[in-house]
Nanobody, 128 residues
Framework: QVQLVESGGGSVQAGGSLRLSCEAS????????MAWFRQAPEKARDGVAI???????AYADSVQGRFTISQDNAKNILYLQMNSLKPEDTAMYYC??????????????????????WGKGTLVTISS
C-alpha cells in the first residue's frame, strides 16, 4: 500500500522560505514521476512542480525561479524548496506520485492527470 506523508508546512512572512518534504512508503522515489500540487481556499487544485525519474523538472510559471523540486532516492523523500514566498502562495500543498513515467510528460500534468497516489497535504500560510 502506497503512503505519501507531507511535512514542513507552516506560517511565514512574505519573502521567507520553507522546505516541504514528502516521505513515501510502498513507492520508490525516483522510480517514475512525482509532483507537488496546491489548493488555495475556494480555488481548484493546481500543479506546482513535477520531477521525472531522470531528474527532469517542470514548474508552473507562478513559481518558476522561486521553487525547486528535488528527490532523495536514498531517503525515499521528495522535497519542495520554496523561496521568496508570497501571500498568493498560501495553500494546502499535496505530494503526488505515479508509477508511469509518461505521466510526467503529459501536457495536462498540472491538472493531476495520471497521478495515482496522493498525500493528505501540509498547510502553507504566507503573511504580508
Amino acid at each position: 500500500q502506497v503512503q505519501l506523508v507531507e511535512s514542513g508546512g507552516g506560517s511565514v512572512q512574505a519573502g521567507g522560505s520553507l522546505r516541504l518534504s514528502c516521505e513515501a512508503s510502498g513507492y520508490t522515489v525516483g522510480s517514475a514521476c512525482m509532483a507537488w500540487f496546491r489548493q488555495a481556499p475556494e480555488k481548484a487544485r493546481d500543479g506546482v512542480a513535477i520531477i521525472a525519474r531522470n531528474g527532469g523538472t517542470a514548474y508552473a510559471d507562478s513559481v518558476q525561479g522561486r521553487f525547486t523540486i528535488s528527490q532523495d532516492n536514498a531517503k525515499n523523500i521528495l522535497y519542495l524548496q520554496m523561496n521568496s514566498l508570497k501571500p498568493e502562495d498560501t495553500a494546502m500543498y499535496y505530494c503526488a506520485a505515479s508509477p508511469r513515467l509518461g505521466v510526467c510528460y503529459r501536457g495536462s500534468w498540472r491538472a493531476g492527470d495520471g497521478m495515482d497516489y496522493w498525500g493528505k497535504g501540509t498547510l502553507v500560510t504566507i503573511s504580508s
